[in-house]
């Protein structure tokens, strides 16, 4: 069961990706995915066509999401999995937690035109596919475009991180808000990506420990973020905290994302996969 080819976690336009959701599952069929989640950030706009277009292509699916949670000062991610699109508390949520986008885009637009960078915010609109969901992977866009950076990780060395012009700090969902939204919907909270965050080890055991009091139920151990080094750490941290395994791509875009859809390692065999205990939730 721990061999099967899920990516449970990417983006479309529904938020800071570059393909539609119909133009996901088609490359996740091609690369051979059999389990296809689409985990917008924030939002659930989307779920409905990519559950058509993975049913059109022939691929099992749960619905997604990537919610945006500040713990420690520091934001985290955290993918829901298998819950109710149409949930009206979990809809409330995710909504309140895009509410703050529109006004801090006009503030890094703000910072960046104080460093010599005029019209970002318009720039940044250009590239934006749901207008409630304008990202710092939208400016990052832009800034390329005008040649300010050569790639995106460039952009995210000299700008819009901490210390770095066009920054604002932001403050997101709760960590237990995020996934009683997911878990009373019927779904299961993973923590995404745990390597990604500049954790002490005393936060880093936190977060897993209030997670998992929440009720969080799952870690990705094998997603587009990790090292080989870094998956295998997690999968003891997953061990430790008797959470299940997940494995996603983290793909964004053709142009941008190092780990396409699909193609990344299997997850350890010795580990829970989650779609073991969300079978009653695939499509
Ligand atoms: P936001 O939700 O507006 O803070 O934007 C976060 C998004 O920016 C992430 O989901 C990534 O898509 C992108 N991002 C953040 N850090 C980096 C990085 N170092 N390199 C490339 N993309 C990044
Ligand atoms: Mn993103
Ligand atoms: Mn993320
Ligand atoms: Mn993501």
Redesign the pocket.
């Known amino acids: 069961m721990a061999i099967l080819n899920a990516d449970l976690h990417c983006?479309s336009v529904v938020?800071?990706g570059t393909l539609t959701p119909e133009a996901l599952a088609a490359r996740a069929k091609a690369n051979g995915v059999e389990l296809w989640a689409l985990t917008d950030?924030?939002e659930i706009g989307g779920q409905h066509r990519a559950a058509a277009a993975a049913a059109a292509e022939g691929m099992h699916y749960l619905t997604g999401t990537?919610v945006?949670v500040t713990f420690a000062g520091e934001?985290v991610?955290i993918v829901g999995l298998g819950f109710d699109p149409d949930d009206p508390a979990m809809r409330a949520g995710l909504e309140a937690t895009r509410g703050g986008?529109g006004a801090?885009?006009q503030e890094m637009a703000a910072q960046l035109a104080q460093v010599g960078i005029k019209g970002a915010y318009e720039g940044a609109l250009r590239y934006v596919g749901n207008p409630e969901l304008?990202?710092?992977?939208?400016?990052?866009r832009f800034l390329v475009e005008i040649g300010a950076c050569r790639d995106?990780?460039e952009?995210?060395?000299k700008y819009?991180?901490e210390g770095k012009p066009g920054y604002v700090p932001?403050r997101?969902a709760s960590l237990k808000d995020a996934v009683h939204w997911i878990t009373d919907a019927g779904g299961m909270a993973v923590i995404a990506h745990p390597a990604?965050y500049k954790f002490t080890p005393n936060e880093e055991y936190a977060l897993f420990s209030e997670f998992k009091a929440h009720g969080g139920r799952a870690v990705e151990v094998v997603t587009g973020s990790h090292t080989a080094a870094e998956a295998v750490r997690y999968a003891a941290t997953a061990k430790e905290f008797g959470l299940a395994a997940s494995r996603g791509s983290?793909f964004?875009s053709p142009d941008?994302s190092h780990t396409d859809l699909g193609r990344l390692p299997w997850l350890p065999g010795d580990l829970t996969p989650v779609w073991e205990l969300l079978a009653d939730r695939i499509r």
Not at 134 to 140: C, D, G, K, N, V
């Open positions: 983006h938020s800071d950030h924030d990537e945006s934001t991610h986008r801090r885009a304008i990202s710092r992977t939208h400016f990052a995106t990780p952009v995210f060395r819009l991180t932001h997101w990604r983290d964004h941008e």
